[in-house]
């Protein structure tokens, strides 16, 4: 019987931990995927159930004997849901409502940073649109700045906004505030300074005591090739299984990641879980831009592929407080993994293509692995989201996990696909 149960909407990145926990290691049958979501490929394993909601969870986690509950998305750690299945009994691999406010709040991680010693972008706090416009024309000739959203947001096109110009920068202030205020969110926003570097998603297990990291990824966050265009919630991302530059390791250690491992402690912050980092490379050494207290879409599945240790044992570790004596392993022989993200025509904008069939997806080769957001498969498969599909391969370089990938794009068809053409394109992490 099942010892875990992940509880989600069934989104790619979920399907993604159930699958290589299935698939590694000897404990495929400890875990039951329970989705209130539509995933075709979730549904055709008869490790997955649907429910209609965190009560059906619950009951099905009783009648399954579950004892830990797992969850990975900040909306249900933000709505208590770690809270309620704890209440009912069970242990949950999560974050306490309490902990969201390192990536819920910008405003107070930021200061959550700077309180700590967390090398960290410069940033202030604004909580109206005419204040923030008016520290842009005073500051924009000096320096850049990005504008994001304090609170948690997942429409992209509104939660981060990098602007060229200082009109640019006006409008997303004042668009991003006009948007806030029509959903009724906090007000915040942070403009941050603007950094010029490498950009790399770090993942840190944390289990209170002890914290291990993962290998390095890098996501593309802009539409367009060459990074440009606008921002989205990942367009793919790239991953190696080696070991990080002992100086840059040793950087990003001491300046980023122990003082937030001391803040959490000093400030009685109960953390078992993925911690994300965003950290941008500079010429002064890593630099913190933002934490989410969630794994990355499609960054956290691009190092599962790649991950010969079962995500059960990682949550087993972190639940344990055993971290120290877990023994992370990873791919020797294809040690590159690369990600494509294909999207509708409208993204990140407008739902233009949502609703189109789907075609092709029988035909793609095993050694590529295909992540669905949301995707019904009654009677064809179905866009339902502007994140439609990812794509992942391994390799014994990028080049060869590319090649994987785009050759198996090629056999997708759906009216408005788009996909970048240079994931991946490099031989080095430069």
Not at 65 to 93: C, K, P, W, Y
Not at 168 to 180: F, G, K, M, T
Not at 214 to 236: C, S
Request: proline share 5%.
């Amino acid at each position: 019987m099942p010892r875990f149960m992940l509880f989600g909407e069934g989104n790619a990145k979920e399907q993604a931990f159930c699958e290589q926990s299935w698939r590694v290691g000897t404990r495929a049958d400890d875990l039951l995927c329970c989705i209130y979501g539509r995933n075709r490929y979730l549904e055709r394993s008869p490790r997955t159930v649907r429910v209609n909601g965190v009560d059906e969870a619950i009951t099905a986690a009783r009648e399954h004997n579950v004892d830990t509950v797992i969850m990975l998305a900040i909306e249900q750690f933000q709505a208590g849901h770690v809270e309620v299945f704890r209440a009912a009994g069970f242990r949950v691999s999560g974050v306490s409502s309490s902990g969201t406010f390192l990536e819920n709040s910008k405003v107070q991680a930021k200061a959550f940073m700077q309180r700590h010693g967390v090398a960290c972008a410069y940033s202030e706090p604004f909580f109206g649109a005419a204040e923030a416009e008016r520290f842009l024309i005073s500051n924009w000739a000096d320096r850049r700045f990005v504008v994001k959203a304090s609170c948690y947001l997942d429409e992209i096109a509104f939660s981060c906004s990098v602007p060229d110009t200082l009109q640019e920068a006006i409008d997303a202030v004042r668009r991003l505030s006009a948007h806030l205020e029509d959903i009724a969110a906090p007000p915040g926003l942070v403009l941050e300074e603007r950094l010029e570097g490498r950009e790399f998603s770090v993942h840190v297990l944390v289990d209170g005591a002890d914290y291990k990291v993962f290998p390095m990824v890098r996501d593309y966050k802009q539409l367009l090739e060459g990074n440009k265009g606008p921002n989205t919630a990942g367009i793919g991302a790239i991953a190696v299984a080696a070991d990080w530059d002992p100086d840059l390791m040793a950087d990003l250690r001491s300046r980023i990641i122990e003082p937030t491992m001391d803040g959490l402690s000093r400030e009685g912050i109960e953390y078992r879980f993925v911690l994300y980092i965003g950290v941008m490379m500079t010429s002064d050494g890593p630099i913190a831009l933002e934490y989410n207290v969630r794994p990355g879409m499609p960054e956290f599945p691009t190092l599962l592929a790649l991950a010969k240790t079962s995500g059960l044992e990682m949550a087993t570790a972190l639940q344990d407080g055993k971290l120290s004596s877990l023994e992370l392993e990873w791919e020797e022989a294809e040690p590159y993994s690369v990600a494509v993200t294909l999207t509708t025509s409208g993204y990140p904008f407008s739902s233009e293509g949502i609703g189109e069939s789907m075609f092709g997806l029988a035909e793609l080769d095993e050694d590529v692995w295909p992540l669905a957001e949301c995707m019904p498969d009654e009677p064809n498969p179905t866009v339902s989201t502007g994140r439609v599909l990812t794509l992942i391969a391994r390799g014994k370089s990028f080049q060869e996990a590319r090649e994987r990938v785009y050759r198996n794009i090629d056999r997708i068809r759906f009216r408005g696909l788009y996909c970048r053409r240079d994931i991946g394109d490099l031989t080095v992490l430069e």
